[in-house]
């Protein structure tokens, strides 16, 4: 059975535990040329995946889990 938890990490140790197969994403506000991003990249080549949101998106997501702006 897998499990599946938040894990906390910085985002050096986030592009290491993406490529050793430890957690399946990461969460990093920024893209390349990021350190972490695109030492991800580099690590993952065509397996790494970035996912967009429009202005839109972001919204709806900000109500949905009642985030406020920051």
Do not use: K
């Not at 920024?30 to 998106?57: K, Y």
Request: charge should be negative; include cysteine; aromatic fraction near 12%.
């Amino acid at each position: 059975m897998t499990r599946a938890f938040n894990c906390y990490m910085g985002y050096g140790p986030s592009a290491n535990a993406l490529q050793d197969g430890n957690i399946v994403g990461m969460n990093i506000p920024a893209g390349p040329p990021v350190t972490a991003v695109t030492r991800a990249f580099a690590l993952m080549g065509d397996e790494m995946t970035v996912l967009e949101f429009t202005q839109e998106d972001i919204e709806t997501i900000t109500m949905s889990f009642h985030y406020g702006r920051f």
